[in-house]
């Protein structure tokens, strides 16, 4: 495998270099925020907002960088998230990703929506990988999802609890990339003018939904999009996760978890860990920021269960302040996407050495040795929180401000 270029320093070189790559509307769909894009941006600006204690008297030459994360071993505190349409940034962009994560010591998650399957994935990666379920509202085919990731020996079942119906991404639309998906005059002038991305994607092992593989007669791109988009089940509730968690063997983590009173929710039927996510900003625009909503979260789960966060990880910096927050690791999305986008599984490779080079050199100069030791002492300054302590049982100010009476 070829390594990324030398000169590749962050992972907004990354990024860039993705764009160079990649036609415009899969870059638009990757980089894109719900409706008016407010809490993509907050994600960021809140973690920007926080500022290290700075300690310098300390011997920190042997830093240590290993954890665990839902019980396995894991070289940094990072996994890979689950992001639909993976393979559409670089063909068979799951496969090389899983292995990329894999050999880096850290989890790959694979989508529910992913273009290559569980069985296409399983049967190129050499150990069994993390599956993410999006629930169908046909339960016997959430089931058979369930028992296939079973068979594939996944130890983890992420559960995303923040889709029962989709944030409208407004470049989507305008790119043809609804349900049906149009090749517009637009997009096929993109895909012409990216030839490297467009001979690659000739090997593509699938071109659409591969967990759906079978449901849709024609297996067709545009059947499959809408048989995908109206399994979507907005009944989706607390008992439907117990269901799930009587039907799942191995861990549970809950993703998409915003409030401190869901999270409780949870952690009570049956969840391992939480993810506190808020979609990367791609689900309930004017969300607050995971950054801000954290620390309560963690506070109201106690150590019931393991607290992992996702939503604006660039950098090892800020996956530091994460954990300087109480989370126990994070979880990335588009910061291995850029490197996928720019070089296959190299440039995912090069993502998570950056991540780790940036985490080492945060805590050196936080004076911390030991991920598993990070505490909130390192944090000079947090986020702004939120106006309302999002589900603080103890009361926001203005939890009990009944705004409008009833006569
Ligand atoms: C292109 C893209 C596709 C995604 N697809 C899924 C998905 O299929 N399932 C899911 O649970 N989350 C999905 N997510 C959300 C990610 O798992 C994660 O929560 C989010 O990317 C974190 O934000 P970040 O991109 O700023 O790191 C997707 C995110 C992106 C950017």
Redesign the pocket.
Known sequence: MRKAPADIASIEDLRKRAHARVPKPFMD??EAGSFAEITLRE?RRDLDSIRFRERVMFDVSDRKLETTMLGEKVSIPVAI?????CGAIWSNGEILSCRAAHDFGIPFSL???ALLSIEDVRSSVTRPFWF?L?LEKDRGFSKELLERAKKAGCPVLIL?MDLHVEGTRYCDVHNGLGVPPKLTPANIWSIVSHPSWAFAMLHSKRWSFGNYAGKVKSGNVAEMAELVKSQLDSSFDVKTLEWVRSLWPGKLLV?GIMDADDAKMAVDAGADAILV?N??G?QLDSAPSTASVLTGIVDAVGDKAEVYV????RSGLDVLKFLGLGARGC?????Y?YGLGAYGEAGVTKALEILEDELSIAMALTGVTDVRKVSRDIILRPPPAPTISAGATSGGPFRDVRVYEES
């Open positions: 769909y990757m994600n998230g689950p992001t639909g349409m989508s529910t929506n993410q999006y995303t993703k996510s979609h990367g791609r996702d939503s604006g990880v979880f990335i999305g588009r910061a996407l």
